[in-house]
């Protein structure tokens, strides 16, 4: 089953607006990761927020991390065409090496 | 590196045949991950190795699939007899545990299945 639940589903924009994504989970984590997934191709690992920290950043993408609320989020700032793809937050399963995903946001960057 | 090898890149089969889907890890890598994606279901884990070993096969379907890795650098999924139902993306990737207890995995292209 899968643990992290994102949302929204699908998100359309426009280049050169920022895009926020948002990622809920349910048990206690050691680190929450975000992968992106373009259409056809592999996950693609984005960026990596331990459970003690609170933000993160890397280029363009900012991550946050809320453990009190099981709740992270993904900002894109200044959005391109190419940043259309699928994103999916990622959570360890605390002891094991396995990663359980959430069900992916739909990110459509229109020019 | 090349990053993870996966073969064959498409597959299309008929129904009762068996399917064999390969992988090879990146080097120095430790673990190993196979998942399906569908529309329906998403992205499953299906089983993971760790040092060749299995460790969690909670995520395999049946009995009609089975996963080996005879050694560091390769791996099969195979599915004896294929159903219409299989038909997906199956996706494997690996890992290396870090000092800190953490895992980036990396994907490979994935074989898209479809069983008629």
């Known amino acids: 089953s899968q643990q992290g639940e994102e949302d929204p589903q699908a998100l359309s924009i426009q280049e050169g607006e920022n895009a926020t994504m948002n990622c809920s989970y349910k048990t206690s984590i050691n680190n929450l990761q975000w992968y992106r997934q373009n259409s056809g191709r592999g996950l693609v690992h984005l960026i990596l927020?331990?459970?003690?920290?609170r933000e993160k950043h890397s280029g363009r993408l900012r991550v946050t991390l809320d453990t009190s609320k099981k709740s992270s989020s993904l900002l894109i700032t200044a959005s391109r065409a190419a940043d259309t793809a699928s994103y999916f937050c990622a959570t360890d399963d605390t002891g094991f090496q396995k990663l359980v995903f959430g069900t992916g946001t739909r990110l459509l960057v229109s020019p | 590196d090349a990053g993870v090898i996966q073969s064959p890149r498409h597959e299309v089969t008929e129904m009762g045949q068996e399917v064999t889907l390969r992988c090879k890890p990146i080097?120095?890598?430790?673990?190993l991950f196979w998942y399906r994606q569908t529309m329906m279901r998403g992205l499953e884990l299906l089983i993971y190795?760790?040092?060749?070993?299995?460790?969690?096969d909670s995520g395999m379907p049946e009995d009609r699939f089975s996963a080996k890795m005879p050694n560091a650098s390769f791996s099969t999924l195979k599915i004896q007899p294929s159903e219409p139902r299989d038909s997906a993306v199956y996706f494997c990737?690996?890992?290396?545990?870090?000092?800190?207890?953490?895992?980036?995995?990396?994907f490979g292209p994935g074989t898209r299945l479809t069983v008629l």
């Open positions: 927020i331990r459970s003690n920290e």
């Open positions: 080097s120095g890598h430790n673990s």
């Open positions: 190795f760790n040092n060749n070993v299995p460790i969690d």
């Open positions: 990737a690996s890992s290396f545990r870090g000092a800190k207890g953490e895992d980036t995995q990396y």
